[in-house]
């Protein structure tokens, strides 16, 4: 029963990603679709993920990003326990991805954003701090081998929360983030 079960997760999880897209390009379109706050398709993209971590236990952007689904299935839940329950998991596996891959910009990109939209009474903001003061100067540098957007999401959501936060250098990070590419999604955003 488990290897049939593995089994059908790795097959989501390989028909989930599309030809000739980076692993990272993927796991971006399952998390966006996890937005939709429709809790049968958000199922599906944390089986997807729960696939790809039976695959390679050791692949800790999608262990972020399996957190993250968690952490939107809890938003989109109605009942008060089943939203604490993911809520709980999500922040299991973000923690998780991060002592998995400490160093590693993608993975604290998605903790970072995900602990920042938790509400602030689960205490998850301190950590979101953190780890946008360890990715700004990756994000600002161009280093970490993200791209563009990446670095601007990062500069972005690190203007909120440092705003939000009462920290200095918000407007510093916001005029960043447009300066990147100002037509972009988030340099729009920045105007």
Request: glycine fraction near 10%.
């Amino acid at each position: 029963m488990k290897r049939t079960l593995i089994g059908l997760l790795l097959l989501v999880a390989v028909a989930g990603r599309l030809a000739g897209e980076s692993l990272p390009e993927s796991y971006r379109k399952w998390h966006d679709q996890c937005m939709t706050e429709d809790t049968g398709q958000i199922d599906v993209q944390i089986a997807r993920f729960e696939g790809r971590i039976a695959a390679d236990g050791k692949d800790q952007l999608a262990r972020a990003y399996l957190g993250s689904a968690c952490a939107l299935r809890a938003k989109a839940g109605f009942w008060g326990p089943t939203k604490l329950k993911y809520l709980n998991r999500g922040k299991a596996y973000l923690e998780a991805s991060v002592a998995g891959a400490p160093n590693d910009p993608r993975v604290r990109m998605v903790r970072a954003i995900g602990y920042y939209k938790v509400p602030e009474r689960f205490g998850t903001r301190p950590t979101s701090v953190k780890d946008f003061e360890f990715l700004i100067p990756i994000a600002r540098e161009g280093k970490g081998g993200l791209k563009m957007n990446e670095r601007q999401v990062i500069l972005y959501y690190a203007s909120l929360v440092f705003a939000e936060e009462g920290k200095a250098g918000a407007g510093e990070l916001r005029k960043a983030c447009h300066g990147l590419d100002p037509e972009s999604r988030y340099g729009v955003l920045t105007r």
